[in-house]
């Protein structure tokens, strides 16, 4: 006999095992709205404090608009399903049979669909970036809190290598959902533009359509071929769907002579399998799918940004460093007192570390910019060992050769370029040094990273090429040495006519 008190437990253990399942259930939706926040708040604060100058913003025009699409998408909680399959596969229909509408345009083969307007869908089409193709976007009117928008592509076989590639990229970033249609066995082309977009690690539906066409046997002999063969490796059989979007349906109509004959007509489409699946992946991983991937997409767009934002600085900055380089090199040539030499070139390495700060948004005063130089110099050690000894030699021979001039006739003043230049160029690459190690130190937020200042300046000092920065300091320092050096033109002289 059973134990009655057993009969008694089997309905607690029941309820406490759906009690549980709703607890859990309650906990995965706390923590799938606490994602979206926070991916929502993040975005926001990427798109209110971007830290562009207005150069820049220039050529990020893209990117910026990118990411303030991402922030009206998570505050409008819009959910992109994106389609896409051959011309023919019945792309256009399938859309149409989950729309519950004729809004797409179908037919064999279709360009873009026309902008248009119904009362309740919003067409619209629009270019990819870096692809000669468009993508046709239907905006959902909003449903409670949340948005739909499905995104209709080419078809694959319309767009060649590259193009493909572009368009798949592209679109796949903005989608939290991918239809991939077929009609039949796979082609190459499709497995290929299939591999790519799995690659972007965003959840697929494989839908089988058109399965009306197809005797019972020969669709499930197709269906098992592409699940055990085809996709085998890159979906799993819960990620293929079998569809007819527009079926085909034979009806008996009898002719005017009083015979029977079939005709056929467009049925009710069979997608409750499709549309089942799509609510479950939506109910499942919705708000934290969307987060996921809008944070994935800004986080590329952003790499991006940063990158395009760090070239222009850098270029910025080498402008800056060779300013202060061409500055340095000009003030030790044509100055003869060692002295002011000394403190020409300190001035100057400093107002080049201050400018670099403001460049990088980094606040720093001129004694920070002491404090900098006194550490870079230290790291360098020999090199800067190497200019004040240069400065205190050559500036003293430099300082006889100018004052020799009046009693040689100006003959001293050809050696005294000579020295100038020599004594110039080894100040100007000790600058670029600086400028350079600087650079890298603001670059990084005013830190030297885990390699600490030693290793990061004995890093860049042995990728300049000494040789070919003195051989430019020297070659535009001649030429605005010997346009000062040279004596002044006397006015010429007009003849009088007598």
Do not use: C
């Not at 590639?165 to 190459?188: C, P, S």
């Not at 008996?252 to 049925?267: N, T, Y």
């Not at 360098?380 to 060992?385: F, L, N, R, V």
Request: no cysteine; glycine share 8%.
């Amino acid at each position: 006999m059973s134990d009655p008190s057993s009969d008694i437990r089997i309905p607690e253990i029941l309820t406490d095992a759906l009690e549980l399942e709703e607890t859990l259930s309650s906990f995965e939706d706390i923590q799938a709205e606490l994602n979206y926040r926070e991916a929502q708040n993040a975005l926001h604060d990427l798109v209110e404090n971007l830290d562009l100058t207005p150069q820049e913003r220039r050529g990020l025009e893209a990117e910026i608009h990118g990411l303030e699409n991402l922030v009206e998408k998570l505050d409008q909680q819009v959910v992109h399903i994106a389609v896409f399959g051959m011309v023919g596969r019945g792309k256009s229909s399938l859309l149409n049979a989950l729309l519950g509408q004729p809004v797409f345009e179908t037919g064999a083969i279709h360009g873009v669909t026309r902008a248009s307007q119904r009362a309740s869908w919003h067409i619209s089409s629009e270019k990819i970036e870096g692809s000669e193709q468009s993508l046709r976007r239907v905006r959902l009117s909003s449903l409670g809190n949340s948005r739909v928008e499905l995104i209709d592509t080419p078809g694959i076989d319309e767009v060649q290598g590259e193009d493909r590639e572009v368009l798949a990229r592209e679109v796949a970033k903005q989608a939290d959902l991918i239809l991939f249609i077929i009609a039949g066995d796979m082609t190459k082309v499709e497995y290929q533009a299939l591999s790519e977009l799995r690659r972007a690690s965003k959840p697929i539906i494989l839908v089988f359509n058109k399965v009306d066409q197809y005797p019972e046997a020969d669709r499930i002999a197709i269906y098992e071929k592409i699940r055990d063969e085809r996709v085998r490796e890159i979906l799993s059989p819960d990620e293929i769907v079998m569809a007819a979007a527009s079926p085909l349906v034979a009806q008996a109509v009898r002719l005017p002579d009083g015979r029977l004959s079939a005709h056929l007509s467009v049925g009710a489409p069979q997608i409750e399998d499709l549309k089942l699946k799509i609510l479950e992946v939506l109910h499942r991983e919705g708000k934290s799918l969307v987060a996921l991937n809008s944070m994935l997409f800004a986080d590329g767009v952003n790499e991006r940004m940063v990158q395009r934002k760090m070239e222009i600085r850098d270029q910025n900055a080498n402008q800056i460093i060779w300013k202060g380089v061409m500055a340095k090199a000009v003030a030790i040539a044509l100055n003869p007192v060692t002295m002011v030499d000394l403190v020409s070139s300190v001035v100057i390495d400093v107002t080049m570390i201050v400018s670099l700060s403001k460049l990088y948004g980094i606040p720093m005063t001129r004694q920070g910019a002491v404090k900098l130089l006194q550490k870079i110099a230290i790291a360098m050690g020999g090199i800067t060992a190497g200019e004040l000894l240069a400065n205190l030699g050559l500036s003293s021979l430099k300082g006889l050769l100018g004052l020799a001039a009046p009693a040689t006739g100006g003959v001293s003043l050809t050696a005294y370029a000579s020295v100038a230049i020599t004594q110039a160029g080894v100040a100007g690459v000790s600058t670029y040094g600086i400028g350079q190690v600087a650079k890298e130190y603001l670059a990084n937020g005013a830190s030297w990273g885990p390699e600490g200042p030693k290793t990061v300046v004995q890093r860049i000092l042995a990728s300049l090429d000494e040789s070919s920065i003195l051989s430019r300091i020297k070659d535009e320092l001649r030429a605005k040495i010997d346009a000062r050096l040279q004596p002044p033109q006397a006015p010429p002289t007009r003849e009088r006519n007598n």
